[in-house]
C-alpha cells in the first residue's frame, strides 16, 4: 500500500488502446490499495501537431492564446482516462492544472510554478478515487491558462508528488528503464536496477536521453523516489533515489556517450593573465553552451586554449574566436564538427582513485586516442576521435565489469 | 458599418487554410467598419473524432468528462482563429463559453442556457478588437463545464446576438444560402434572397436540411435577422426575418420534400367517440413523433385511420397499433416502409386559397397520385408514392414559377 | 442521357459524410441515364499530410519513393468512393492510374502524359458501370508508379474525357462556379452561367483563384466542355467552352484583380535601339516572371521602363536592374513592393472600340489613379495603388452593368 | 555478418519520429555488414483507421476495394522507411507485396501465400541495399491486389526469411521479449532469453499475448528462428528455436494465465456410448471452440460434463447445449461467465514426472480451489475461480524458481 503518483508520457496515452491497458494495470494497483494520483500528458504526438496548426494559420502567436491552444491536449487526454476508469468500476476525477492548484507565474508558454495547493486532489484520493491530473499546466497569477513548456509534466508529477507528500513518483514511458549504456551500441547493456539523483544527472549531461534532466534535479531537491518505467511491458524499472550504501559497491555504474559536439581550438595564444577569461566572458554573453574546456601548458609563451560546444552553437562560437584572435594577436582557431565523448559515471569513483588510468589504459589498448579529457567527483569524460566512440563505449563497458 | 454576431461551423474552420480565409475575411469586415464577434465551432470533425475516442476507452461516460472532453474542440479552434486574425493585423481575444458569460444548468451533454453575461465580450467590441467566442458551452451553476450539445454554436450565436444587441447573426456554412427546392432534385432550383422565419420553419420541419430548426426557433423567439451564407464563395446569401411586405407577393417561396417517414394505416376501426383518441395518447406516450393524421369518413360504422411517422419510430409504432388493434377488436394494421412527401411553403397562401386546387390539378396532370394531404396556414404537403417523390418536385417547382 | 466525367477535389471527398454525399448525388445521375467516369482527388488535406510526413522523416527524398508515397492518397480515396457506391446499388470499379492506362514518362513527382488508353473504364462503362479513376497518377515507361503533381486530378479528368469521347467534363469543387467579381470585394458579384475558354484563361492569368489555369488549357486543346460546379450545394455552376454568338452581347463578362504582384521601374534609360531589350533578356535567364511592361516616350534622349513581376520574384530582379544601370549608366531603379492591378475581361471588348475610354472615366471619377495599362483583345488590365484596388473593382462592377 | 529479416510492426513505425528511429538502428546494423530486408505495417492504428473509414462509407465492402484501401497503408510505411535510410547515407528500395513477389490465392481480406518468389529482393540486398517491403500484402492469380489480413507482416516476414534463405527473423515491437509471467501481475516476471517453438506455442495457446500464435507456427515450420525484441529500447530480446540440450534445464518456462473464457456443465447425463459425441459433434458444426473437457466418473449411471469455451462463443454454446438437454432428457445446462486458468509451460516437464503433484500442492497450500484440469506433454493448465487467479499466478511463479 504506498501513495504514488503515475506519470503517463505522450506515448503511454498515444490511443484508445492504450488508454485502456493504463486504465487497466492502474486499476490493478488500486485494488492492491495504492492511493493514486495519475499525471497525465497529451496523447502521443498531439502536442506537436497543435504547434504545428498554430504555425499554419499565424506566424505571430500570442502567449496567451498558444496556452489556450496547447493545454487542450493533456485536458483531453485526463478526460479519456477518467472514462476509462470509470469503466473498470475505479472512480476517478480530471483535474485541470488550475484545479489541481497549480498558481504560475505569467509567463506564457513557459511558465513556472509559484505555489501548488492541491486540496481538491487530496480530497478526491482520500475518498478512494483516482484524480487525474492534466500535466504541465497552470493558472497565472492574472487567471489565464498557463503552459509550463515541452516535458512539464515531468515536473508537474513531481511537484504533485512533493506537495502531497507522496511515497514516490512513477514516470512511464516507452523505454523500460536507465540501461548502462545505449543498447543500440552495446548488446550487453543492462537496465539498471537503482541509481542514485547524482549518478542520474552525471549521466543526463553526458548523452543519456532519458529522463529529462530538469525532472531530476526537482526530484533531488524536493527529495521525491522516481521509478522510471515501461507502460508498455510493466516490468519494474530503475529506481532514482538518494544515494544509499548499498549503491557504493558498484564502481562504474554506466558508460555514456554523446556526439552532437564540436570542438574549437583557438592556437598562440599569448600566455597573459585574464587573456583566458576574456574570451570565455565573451562565449558566456553570447550564450554559448561550453561543455569541456582545456589549455595546454605555455611553450615559449604561447598556448593552445580547446573547448566542445553543442554543435548548434558551433556558428557563433566561431565568430567570437575569430574576433578574438584578432584582438589578441593569436595564432589562429581551428574547428572541428564532430568528436565523440564517452564517459563514465559511478559513485563509487569517489574513493576509488585507479578509474582513471584504467580508462586510459583501456582505451589505449584499444587503439583508441584520446583527444580531451574532464572529470567530475563521479564522472571521467574522454573526447575521442568520432569514429571511435563507439567501440570506446563497447571495450569501456567490459572493462568495468559492467557486461554481466 | 454594422454590429454583427458571425457564427462559423465546422467546415468553415476545418484546417489551416480555411482558418485564414475566415480571419482574412473577417478582417477586410473589420477594416471597412463592422464590429465583430464571432462564435467558432470545433475544427471540421473533430467533435465526432472526439466522441468516437470517448466510446472507444469506455461505455460508461460520465457527462462531468464527456463535457470537459467535449468542448476542448471549440477552444481549439477559438485560440487558432485569434492568432490567424493577429497575424493580419486585427486585434482579437479568444473567450471560452464560462468567460464568455454563459451560464447552464447541470445537464451535462445537453445543457440549457441560464443566462447570458458577456461583459467581457462587449468590453473587447468596445476596443474595436473582434472577441472569438467557442460555440455550445458554458459554464453550469456548480461550477463546471458544460456542452450545449451538437449543432449547439448557432444557438451560442443567436442568444450572444440577443444579448449584445447585435444588427444581425450571420451563420456561416459550406452552402451559399437556402434554395427553392434541393438543387439536386431541381436543376432550376435558385437561392432565396429572402425567407421569413415562419416559412423557415415549415420548411425545417418538411424537409429542407439547413439552417438547424433549434437556431430559426431561438432566433424567431428573440427576433434576431439571420443570414445564412457561405464561407466558401462568401457571396450574399439567404436571410431569415421577420415577415414584410414586400415578401408577400410570392405565393409559393419553396418546395421541399422528404423521404425518411414511414405510414401506418388502423383499418376496419369501429366508429365510436375517443377510439382515435386512444390511439394517439398510446403513441404520445411512447414518444413516437406523428407528422401527418388522416382518418377516413366511416362507412357501415368502421373507418380507418392513418399517419406518418419518423422510419425509426416505425417499430414502436407498429408494436402499439398491434396492441390497440386487439384491444378495440378492428380490422388490422397495414405499414408502409417508406413514402414520398412533397410540400409547399409560402406565406402569399394565406391569401391565396387556390393554390391547392392548383397542386392537386398538377400532380393528378403528371399522373402523381396523392396518398394524404396536411395543411397549414403557409404549407401544403401530400404524401406520393416514394418512386414519384423526386417527379413530384420538378413538376410542383415548374408549376408554381420557381423555375425561373 | 450524358456521357460524363465528373471530378471530384480534396474538400469534394474530404470525410465519410462527403463521400457519402457524392455517392449518393453520382447514383442519382447515374440513374437518371448518365454513363459517368468519376475521376477522385485524395481526400481533403491528405497530400499535404503525405508531403508533411515526408518532410519530417527525409530531407533526401527520392522521387521514386515519393510517388509510391503520394498516390496512395488518391487510390484510398478511389476504393472509399466505389465501396459508397455499391452500398446504394450502384455497381462501381476502382482504377489506379496504371489500371486507368495512363502512360507517363519518367519525370518523378511532376509526370507528363505519354498516352491514355482506358480500355478498362470504358469497357467498366460499357456494363453501366460507375468507373472510379484515381487522379493525378499514371505508370512510368519504366514501369514505375509516378505521380502528375498538385492539381493533377483536373488534367487527369480533362484527358480522360478527351479520350473517352465524354459529352463534358464537370469539375465539382467547394465553390458554385465562376463569379463576376471576387464575392469578397463586391457584394453584387453574381456567378456566371457560361464563359468561353478565352475569357476564362484571361481571367485565371488576371487574378480568378479557380480553375486551374492549367486545366482550363487543357480542355480548350482538346476542346473538352467544362462545368465548374459545387459538391455542396449541388446546383448547377458555370460551364466553360467554345465562344458561341449567345455570349457576345455582353461586352464585359468579369472585374478581376490582384494584389501579389510588385512593380520596378528603372529611370534615366538612354534611348537607344536594343537597349531595353538587353535588360528583358538578363530578366528572362534568371526566370523572373514579367507581367506588364511600360516604356515611356523619351525626353531628352532618356526614358523610363516600369514592369511588374510577381513578389516572390522581386529580389531578383532588383538585383539584375541594378546590375544593369551600372552597366548602361542609367539613373536608378525604384522599387514598389505591393500594386494593385484590377481587370476588365470580356469577349465583346473585340467589336466595342469604347471600353477602355470608360474605364479610364470611371476610374477617374472615383479619384482612382491609374500607374500602369496593358490590354489584350479581351482584357484591359490597369495598375492602381494597392489601397485603392477593391474600390476600383466595386466601381467598374457596377459601371459596367454587372451589379444587377 | 548476419542476412536477417527485421519486421517492424505497427508501433515501431507510428511516428515520423519511430521511423527514423527506426531507420537510425538499421543503418547501425547495416554498417557493422549485416545484409537486412525489412517487412514494415502500416503506421501506428493507420489500418484500424482505414477500417473505420470503410465502415463509415459502406456497409457492403466488397473485398476487392477493401484490399485496394487497406494495402495503401503498408505501402506509406515502406516508402517513408526508405526515404528515411536514405537520408543516412543507406540505399533502399520499396517493394509493394506484388513487386515481392507474394503471389496469393483470390480470397479478398484474408488471402493465403502460394509462392513467394522474392527475385527483386534478392537482388536489392545483392547490391548491399537495404528492400523493404510491404506486409500482409500481394498479388492474386487474377492480377488484383491482396491482403493477408490483420497480423499478417509477422507472416510475411518470415515467409520471406525461408524464401531467402536468411538466418533469422527480427520481429521488432514495443515489449522487449517474452516474460515468465505478465509482469502486471508478477512483480518478478522476467524476459526469457530464450524459448523453443514448442513451448512459445503451448504459452500462446494458454494467454501469452504476444508474438501470434500464426507466426510462430509458421517459423516452426520452416525452422525459421525468431527474435521477438523492442524497437523502443533496441535491448536483445528472446529467442524463439527449436529445443537445444541447453534449455532443458528449466523444468517450467513461464506460467500463463488468461481470463476470457466461460465454462459450461451440463449435468445428469445418461451415461451411454456416444452421449458424449453428440454434444461435440453438434457444437463443432457450430463452430465454438472448445479448449478444456472434462468428464466426471459415472454414478447411478448419470455423469456432469463440463467444458471451456470462450466468452464470445458462450451464448451459441447454452443454446445448443440446452437443445441438447431436452434431447437427450439430461439434468440441466450450468454456466458460468467467467473462469480464470492459470498455465506451467516447460519442455522439461516431459521428463520430470513430479510436476503436476507440486502444481496441485501449491495451489492447495494456498487456499487456491481447482476446478478442471487439463495438460500436454509440455503444459499443465488448471481453471480456478477468477478471483484467485492471479494469486495462482504468483505462487506458482515463486514454487518454481521463476522470482529469479
Not at 489565464?144 to 502531497?164: E, K, N
Amino acid at each position: 500500500m504506498a501513495f504514488l503518483v503515475q506519470k503517463f508520457g505522450g506515448s503511454s496515452v498515444a490511443d484508445p488502446d492504450r488508454i485502456r491497458n493504463v486504465a487497466d494495470y492502474v486499476a490493478r494497483r488500486h485494488k492492491r490499495g495504492d492511493d493514486l494520483v495519475l499525471v497525465v500528458s497529451a496523447m502521443g504526438k498531439e502536442t506537436d501537431e497543435l504547434l504545428r496548426l498554430a504555425q499554419e494559420v499565424s506566424d505571430t502567436r500570442p502567449g496567451r492564446e498558444m496556452d489556450m491552444l496547447i493545454t487542450t491536449g493533456e485536458r483531453k487526454a485526463t478526460a479519456l482516462v477518467c472514462m476509462a476508469l470509470h469503466d473498470l468500476g475505479v472512480p476517478a476525477d480530471s483535474f485541470t492544472g488550475s484545479q489541481a492548484g497549480f498558481l504560475t507565474d505569467t509567463n506564457h508558454t513557459n511558465a513556472k510554478i509559484l505555489q501548488v495547493q492541491p486540496d481538491r486532489v487530496l480530497d478526491s484520493v482520500r475518498k478512494r478515487r483516482v484524480a487525474v491530473v492534466g500535466g504541465s499546466q497552470g493558472v497565472s497569477t492574472d487567471h489565464d491558462i498557463t503552459f509550463l513548456g515541452r516535458g512539464g509534466s515531468d515536473t508537474t508529477a513531481v511537484a504533485l508528488a512533493h506537495a502531497l507528500g507522496a511515497d514516490a513518483c512513477e514516470l512511464y514511458t516507452d523505454v523500460s528503464g536507465v540501461f548502462t549504456a545505449d543498447p543500440r551500441v552495446v548488446d550487453e547493456a543492462r537496465r539498471m536496477e537503482q541509481v542514485s539523483f547524482d549518478e542520474m544527472l552525471e549521466m543526463c549531461a553526458s548523452g543519456c536521453p532519458k529522463p529529462a534532466m530538469r525532472s531530476v534535479e526537482f526530484a533531488r531537491t524536493w527529495s521525491v523516489p522516481l521509478h522510471v518505467r515501461s507502460s508498455f511491458t510493466w516490468e519494474p524499472g530503475t529506481w532514482i533515489t538518494e544515494e544509499d550504501p548499498d549503491m557504493e559497491d558498484a564502481i562504474v555504474s554506466a558508460v555514456t556517450h554523446e556526439e552532437s559536439e564540436a570542438k574549437v581550438t583557438v592556437t598562440g595564444v599569448p600566455d597573459r593573465p585574464g587573456i583566458a577569461a576574456t574570451l570565455f566572458r565573451r562565449l558566456a554573453d553570447a550564450d554559448v553552451n561550453l561543455d569541456m574546456i582545456v589549455q595546454n601548458v605555455s611553450v615559449n609563451g604561447v598556448t593552445n586554449i580547446s573547448f566542445t560546444v553543442p554543435q548548434a552553437d558551433l556558428g557563433v562560437a566561431l565568430e567570437i574566436c575569430n574576433d578574438y584572435v584578432a584582438d589578441i594577436d593569436a595564432a589562429g582557431v581551428v574547428p572541428k564538427d564532430t568528436i565523440g565523448k564517452v564517459s563514465l559515471v559511478g559513485a563509487g569513483m569517489k574513493t576509488n582513485p585507479g578509474v582513471a588510468a584504467k580508462v586510459f589504459e583501456t582505451l589505449a589498448d584499444n587503439g583508441i586516442n584520446i583527444e580531451m579529457i574532464s572529470t567530475s567527483a563521479i564522472r571521467i569524460s574522454c573526447v575521442v576521435p568520432e569514429e571511435q566512440v563507439e567501440r570506446a563505449v563497447v571495450v569501456l563497458h567490459a572493462a568495468f565489469g559492467l557486461d554481466n
